[in-house]
Structures are given as C-alpha cells and as structure tokens.
T-cell receptor, first 111, second 117 residues
C-alpha cells in the first residue's frame, strides 16, 4: 500500500461543474495536508493547505480533511479549462519536514 | 510572498561536464530546502533534503558524490550535477520551507530543465 494514494485519472469534468479530487493516506500521525497543482512542463504550485478536520475554502477551492477516515479531498467549483492540470496531494507526517507525495490526478476540464 | 527562484531555467551541456543549479528564496528565510527530480510523465522524486549550515540528507539510491548540494545561507541552496551523462537529463526542481512556518508547506522554484548531450 502506498503511503499517499490518488486516482491517476484522467478525470474529465465539464466546464462549470464541480471537480472532486480525492486522496487517502496511511499514516494516522500525519499532521499537515497540501494540494498542489502542476501544469505540464511546470513546477508544482501550492493551492491549498489544511491542518484540522473539516472544510477550508479559498475562492473556488475547498479542501476537506477527515482524519478518522484518513482522506483529504479538493473540490473545485465552477471548473474552468485553465484548471486542467495534474493535482498532487502531499502529506507531512514527521519532524524532518519532508512531504510524502501522491502520484497525482490528471484533471481535464472540457469546454 | 513565498517566492522561490531557480537559475538557470534551461541548460544543455556535453556529457562529462558539471552543471550548477541555484535555488533562492526571495522573500523569506528557508532553513530547509529540497531538491526533486522529475522525468517526463512521472512523479516527483525527492533527491535530497538540505538544511542550512549542515550536510544534505540524500534519499536512497541518490549518489551524493554525483549530486553535490550546498546550503550555505538561509536563502540559497545549490545543486551541482557532476560529470553529467545523458541519463541525468531531467527536470530538476527545488522547494523551500519557510523558517517561521509551523506547517511545513513547501514552495517550489520554476525548475531547471537539464539536457545532457
């Protein structure tokens, strides 16, 4: 079992709809959770971070964390073609500051 | 805020030469920086963790004598690929963690695309 798991996709969503991306992790001691967006040929960009159970909203993005079920999700409302990218889930679990990365979900927003 | 730069953005070199890549945190102090490598259509692979003023910690399978890392200040880390070969051609990306952060988020530089001929 991988430490951080994501469906590789591609996930195809029509423009204007809600895109839902999911991530599960294996270590219950994990403390911090992040979503990064990576466009093809570019480096990752931090779009959301979440540290406590519940929802965190920032513009069109909502991150959801459920530590009991060990999953974190990202919702993108009013999806735009520019949201088409690979979304990486990352988890920090220990004091050496390293992030454990999922393999990423490729999201395609269809006009 | 939290801007990380990398230089050069692209480099082409001959086999056997050495290449130095710089990673700078522009508006924050970074006690910890990370170096990643990413091959086309593959996941990020952590190469090493660099702490200011101390030796880097390399991941298993990464040759420390081939990939020299120096983190001499709170805003600069360098990666030198020594005696580069075509199989070292890849996208090298650095990230930095803010010294003042409690949450360990990493901010990435734009990456350096290395092509070894």
């Amino acid at each position: 079992q991988k430490e951080v798991e994501q469906n590789s996709g591609p996930l195809s969503v029509p423009e204007g709809a809600i895109a839902s991306l999911n991530c599960t992790y294996s270590d219950r001691g994990s403390q911090s959770f992040f979503w990064y967006r990576q466009y093809s040929g570019k480096s990752p960009e931090l779009i959301m971070s979440i540290y406590s159970n519940g929802d965190k909203e920032d513009g069109r993005f909502t991150a959801q964390l459920n530590k009991a079920s060990q999953y974190v999700s990202l919702l993108i409302r009013d999806s735009q073609p520019s949201d088409s990218a690979t979304y990486l889930c990352a988890v920090n679990r220990d004091s050496n500051y390293q992030l454990i990365w999922g393999a990423g979900t490729k999201l395609i927003i269809k006009p | 805020g939290a801007v990380v730069s990398q230089h050069p953005s692209r480099v082409i070199c001959k086999s056997g030469t050495s290449v130095k890549i710089e990673c700078r945190s522009l508006d924050f102090q970074a006690t910890t920086m990370f170096w990643y490598r990413q091959f086309p259509k593959q996941s990020l692979m952590l190469m090493a963790t660099s702490n200011e003023g101390s030796k880097a910690t390399y991941e298993q399978g990464v040759e420390k004598d081939k990939f020299l890392i120096n983190h001499a200040s709170l805003t600069l880390s360098t990666l030198t690929v020594t005696s580069a070969h075509p199989e070292d051609s890849s996208f090298y990306i650095c990230s930095a963690r803010q010294a003042s952060s409690s949450y360990n988020e990493q901010f990435f530089g734009p990456g350096t695309r290395l092509t070894v001929l």
